[in-house]
C-alpha cells in the first residue's frame, strides 16, 4: 500500500483505485466494540505533487457489523470518509531546527504547547507516501465512539432492561443520589 514518489509524475496525478479486504479493516478497529467488516471495502485516492509536498484526496469505505451501543441488538454501519491531505516532506534537518526552535523557544517562555496535531496535514519521508496508514486513520476517524444501529435509538432501560425502541416501561428514569435524600426533609 505504498506508492513511490518518483512515480507521481509533476504535473497530473497518480490514481489509486483498489478493494480493501476485511482484514485490513478489522485490524483497525477497537476490539473492546466488538466490530468487524461485513466485507471488502474500497478506496478510490489522487496523489499529486506540489513541490515537495503531495497532496491526497479522495474517498474510502467500508462496512462494519457489531452491535448497538445502545440496545445490543445487530447493525451495520457504512464508514465512507473523504480525504483531503497535504503531506510535507520530512527532513532531518528540519526536524532538528524545530527542536532547537521549541527549546530556545521553551526558555523564553514563549512556547505555547498546542496538543492537537493539524488536520489535514502530515509527513512523508521523501521517497513513498504510505497511503494504507493514510486510509486507516481516515476510517478510524469516522468510526463513531459509540455506533448505534439508528441516530435516534433510545436503548434500553437501565433499570429493567427492555427495549425502549420496541416498548416503554414505568420505571422512574430520576434517581436520587441517597447522600441528597435529606434535602427533601428542608422546608422553605
Not at 534537518?93 to 523557544?105: L, N, P, Q
Request: glycine letters at 8%.
Amino acid at each position: 500500500m505504498l506508492v513511490k514518489v518518483e512515480q507521481i509524475p509533476e504535473t497530473g496525478s497518480v490514481r489509486v483505485d483498489e478493494a480493501l479486504p476485511p482484514s485490513f479493516v478489522d485490524d483497525f478497529l477497537p476490539m473492546l466494540q466488538d466490530l468487524h467488516a461485513s466485507g471488502p471495502g474500497s478506496v478510490t485516492l489522487q496523489l499529486s505533487k506540489q513541490g515537495e509536498n503531495i497532496l491526497v484526496h479522495g474517498t474510502a469505505g467500508c462496512t462494519i457489523a457489531g452491535e448497538c451501543a445502545a440496545c445490543l441488538k445487530p447493525m451495520t454501519l457504512t464508514l465512507a470518509p473523504k480525504i483531503g491531505l497535504i503531506l510535507f516532506k520530512r527532513t532531518v534537518t528540519a526536524m532538528k531546527d524545530s527542536e532547537a526552535e521549541a527549546v530556545a523557544a521553551e526558555e523564553e517562555g514563549t512556547l505555547v504547547d498546542d496538543p492537537t496535531p493539524d488536520e489535514g496535514a502530515g509527513e512523508y519521508d521523501g521517497k513513498v507516501v504510505d497511503w494504507g496508514s493514510i486510509v486507516r486513520e481516515q476510517l478510524l476517524l469516522a468510526l463513531p465512539m459509540a455506533p448505534r444501529c439508528k441516530d435516534d435509538c433510545a436503548g434500553l432501560c437501565a433499570t429493567c432492561g427492555v427495549d425502549k425502541n420496541l416498548e416503554a416501561c414505568d420505571c422512574n428514569d430520576q434517581r436520587i443520589d441517597p447522600r441528597w435524600e435529606k434535602l427533601k426533609l428542608v422546608k422553605l
